[in-house]
């Protein structure tokens, strides 16, 4: 029944967020914090419903504050977009501030590189096995 109805609205088909299997199965998407998964989620459902990230690329994201519907507090989804630059999946295009103009941000492929790094106790604990 909701099939047709979003048939019958001009939509195409059930509204979901897509994924691709490389990005979700990678080591930086898996230690994303759950915050950092809920925005970048909402940035992919923002920047196209229907298609994920595909065909969206080159706009501009903004920074998903309204988007969140009061879900997270600003200090939460800052971090969170911090952490999603840090591990390469959006970068800054435009720095905001000055004149009042928002943080604009693209999405990144640099997610692909990204290692997690060893601390200095994982370090001594493998010097101490061998």
């Not at 099939?3 to 967020?17: A, E, S, T």
């Not at 693209?106 to 997610?111: D, M, Q």
Request: aromatic share 10%; charged share 25%.
């Amino acid at each position: 029944m909701t099939n047709q109805r979003n048939m019958k609205r001009g939509r195409k088909g059930p509204l979901f967020i897509m994924v691709e299997n490389p990005l979700f199965d990678s080591e930086a998407f898996n230690s994303l914090s759950h915050s950092a998964v809920r925005v970048f989620l909402s940035i992919i459902r923002h920047k196209n419903p229907t298609k994920g990230m595909a065909g969206s690329l080159s706009e501009p994201i903004f920074c998903p504050y309204t988007d969140m519907n009061g879900g997270m507090a600003r200090a939460t989804i800052a971090k969170a977009i911090r952490e999603l630059e840090e591990k390469g999946f959006i970068e800054r295009t435009q720095r905001g501030g000055l004149y009042k103009r928002p943080n604009l941000y693209a999405f990144s492929g640099e997610w692909i590189n990204w290692k997690k790094q060893n601390t200095s106790s994982e370090t001594e604990h493998h010097r101490c096995r061998n």
